[in-house]
């Protein structure tokens, strides 16, 4: 009986370690402007990719720019429990990307 739950507690943390950090849900907040006239605003977008600032960067700008926006920063990454607090500020650009 040892034996089988020993097997079971490595098996279920072999799984954890091996599922990829893109698997959890994974959200960034960013500025982004248009010229002539300017523009400006701030979003929500959920990633695919990395959930790290510095990944985020590429997705966002890609992701936007059909838009005719440039990404200004890269405020901050989070999870989704970050996602509530930031939908008021975002208004129509919460999760429009």
Known sequence: ???HLLTTALAAALLT???P???AECYADYKAKQDNPLRLHYGVIQLSGACQKEAARS???ARI???GWQLLNVLSVFGPEGLQQRRAN???YYLRF
Do not use: D, F, P, R
Request: overall charge negative; proline content about 0%.
């Open 1 to 3: 009986m040892k034996q």
């Open 17 to 19: 370690l091996s599922t």
């Open 59 to 61: 997705e966002i700008q």
């Open 21 to 23: 950090a893109e698997a």
């Open 90 to 92: 975002a208004g129509s």
């Open 65 to 67: 720019a059909s838009g």
